[in-house]
């Protein structure tokens, strides 16, 4: 409940106006029933006045006219309430997803399974606030004030009347606190199997898995994968629908018995009410049963699932997403230690070092060593679990690049908007040539007819590096998809065209030969940090990976 509350409040600080308009008609909908069935009691009335003789033609005619009147108001009402709750749902989800896609959280949580199970429920939580809140809300504004309204107008009739709503009231609350206890169990147990079936369904749905699944003839492989999957979340979903059905067998005797007791009680005061008021009862008992299936009970149903939902959203905006990182003029490492989400070993152990101002370091060692885990904390996307870390602002290029689906200036211009893009810099790392591509061309085969190689796509992730102008630029393997040849004239660019401080991690020593120093890291340990010379002459593990990097 405390989540569906919080659901509430956000929902009404994102939009206070739409949110007071919105319930605001759903109390008016709610009395509109009430005068629906009122003026159908009236209309009764005057046909037993017109059938006994004691009402003109016309007089009926005209009661008639009013009453349909009525009917088409309350109908045009009703269309126009469904057009506005629609637009408003829709202004609601695209509010509650940037609120979630605001936060910013470092990449370090991305490493963790158990975040990334969270982060998915939180998700689906955001794109189904709307849907969820106004499930509650409907049952207060729209639901409860009917509910409210024809309890009032039958306590009118008769206060006997009232026993039927107390009947209702006790069984729609007993089926929906069973409900919903099954249907948290379910969503606890399907989570995990979830965002795996999701997996395997994107591998036969993503360019890149479909033509390595195609080139290597792995599909039968990842189908067998998928069926297992799939089979287990079937497999405990049957359980839970077993379940809910055993309850919804449960709530239609119990319907049974209410709707018995609903008639003994109509029986027993046929003789205080008037044949027009009877048929009415009878009308209003069936507004209040539907009422109770749909409102209380089919709105509550259908959200009961999406709780758990809910209830990830709100932990994943209550979690801090963002460090205290300590940005100055240099960087500074003192016996810093990191470990990753659910490891045994630490990736990094109490490690040491100073970079100054406008230095050029290299970081070199064996896959594993370390070496971009150092780069994501300069950069203050990791945290460490001990130690101090002092750093400066920093542009950064990663092995790992994203490919927007966007112009070649927009894939560029996106790190600092604000600031015009240098087209004569993509002829010096041999971009495509001018003549040859529409730089404000979407780079895309979903929305063009253009597809670029991998190494067009790295240039561009260094273009749009050095395009945001920081006081320090890191690269983690910036040339890895590149022709030695091209490679060689992007360092040079690089050098040439950086004259801040800058990192290069590289397993191409010789990319990185000219820096003014080498860090050498081998096992999450700094094992030297020093020039180029010096380290072939004192470091045997340097020189093993010199001698085979130029061989």
Same mark, same amino acid.
């Given at each position: 409940m405390n989540s569906i509350l919080r659901g509430i409040k956000l929902v009404f600080i994102l939009d206070k106006k739409r949110f007071i308009i919105n319930y605001g008609i759903f109390v008016l909908e709610a009395l509109s029933s009430v005068v629906a069935i009122y003026a159908?009691?009236?209309?009764?009335?005057?046909?037993?006045?017109?059938v006994a003789g004691n009402l003109t033609t016309r007089a009926m005619i005209f009661c008639m006219c009013i009453f349909m009147l009525v009917k088409i108001l309350i109908?045009?009402?009703?269309?126009?309430?469904? /057009?506005?709750?629609?637009?408003?749902?829709?202004?609601?989800?695209r509010e509650a997803e940037n609120v979630l896609?605001?936060?910013?959280?470092?990449?370090?949580?991305?490493?963790?399974?158990?975040?990334?199970?969270?982060?998915?429920?939180?998700?689906?939580g955001a794109s189904d606030l709307s849907y969820i809140t106004n499930a509650y809300?409907?049952?207060?504004?729209?639901?409860?004030?009917?509910?409210?309204?024809?309890?009032?107008?039958l306590f009118y009739?008769?206060?006997?009347?009232?026993?039927?709503?107390?009947?209702?009231?006790?069984?729609?609350?007993?089926?929906?606190?069973?409900?919903?206890?099954?249907?948290?169990?379910?969503?606890?147990?399907?989570?995990?199997?979830?965002?795996?079936r999701e997996y395997f369904e994107n591998? /036969?749905?993503?360019?890149?898995s479909v033509k390595e699944i195609k080139a290597v003839n792995t599909s039968d492989y990842f189908l067998d994968r998928f069926n297992i999957v799939l089979d287990k979340f079937c497999a405990i979903s049957e359980i839970f629908y077993k379940k809910l059905l055993l309850n919804d067998v449960r709530m239609g005797l119990l319907k049974i018995i209410c709707y018995t007791i609903s008639y003994l009680i109509v029986y027993a005061v046929r003789d205080s009410v008037s044949i027009a008021e009877f048929g009415v009862v009878f009308v209003t008992m069936k507004s209040i049963f539907s009422i109770s299936e749909e409102g209380f009970y089919g709105r509550i149903k259908e959200v009961n699932s999406l709780l758990p939902q809910l209830d990830a959203l709100f932990k994943v905006l209550d979690m801090k997403c963002e460090k205290n990182t300590d940005f100055g003029d240099e960087i500074i490492f003192e016996n810093v230690s990191f470990k990753y989400p659910n490891a045994n070993e630490y990736a990094l152990k109490n490690i040491s070092f100073k970079i100054n101002p406008n230095e050029k370091i290299g970081i070199v060692g064996v896959n594993g060593s370390g070496k971009s885990t150092i780069s994501k904390l300069i950069l203050g996307l990791y945290e460490q679990n001990s130690g101090n870390v002092k750093t400066v602002k920093s542009s950064s290029v990663f092995q790992d690049f994203a490919k927007y689906e966007l112009s070649s200036i927009e894939n560029v211009k996106i790190s600092d908007c604000e600031k015009e893009v240098d087209k004569s810099k993509f002829k010096e790392i041999d971009y495509i040539d001018e003549s040859e591509l529409d730089y404000n061309k979407?780079?895309?085969?979903? /929305?063009?007819?253009?597809?670029?190689?991998?190494?067009?796509?790295?240039?561009?992730?260094?273009?749009?590096?050095?395009?945001?102008?920081?006081?320090?630029f890191v690269f983690d393997e910036p040339t890895w998809a590149i022709d030695p040849i091209v490679e060689k004239k992007i360092f040079n660019f690089l050098y040439n065209e950086i004259q801040t401080g800058m990192i290069v991690i590289?397993?191409?020593?010789?990319s990185v030969k000219q820096m003014d120093k080498i860090m050498l890291v081998d096992k999450g340990e700094v094992l030297a940090f020093d020039t180029h010379s010096n380290l072939i002459q004192n470091n045997e593990l340097y020189k093993k990976l010199w001698t085979t990097s130029t061989t």
């Open positions: 159908l009691q009236l209309t009764l009335e005057k046909l037993g006045l017109f109908y045009a009402f009703k269309s126009f309430m469904n /057009f506005y709750c629609e637009y408003y749902n829709l202004i609601l989800d896609q605001e936060k910013k959280f470092l990449p370090i949580f991305y490493e963790d399974s158990k975040f990334l199970d969270l982060l998915s429920q939180a998700k689906n809300l409907d049952v207060v504004f729209m639901y409860g004030f009917n509910f409210l309204f024809l309890a009032i107008y009739l008769s206060p006997y009347f009232i026993l039927i709503l107390v009947v209702v009231m006790l069984l729609q609350f007993l089926h929906n606190k069973l409900d919903k206890g099954i249907e948290e169990k379910l969503e606890e147990s399907l989570k995990n199997i979830r965002r795996k591998l /036969f749905l993503e360019k890149e979407i780079l895309s085969k979903r /929305f063009s007819d253009i597809s670029l190689s991998q190494g067009q796509w790295q240039k561009l992730a260094i273009l749009r590096g050095i395009h945001k102008n920081e006081k320090f590289t397993h191409n020593l010789s």
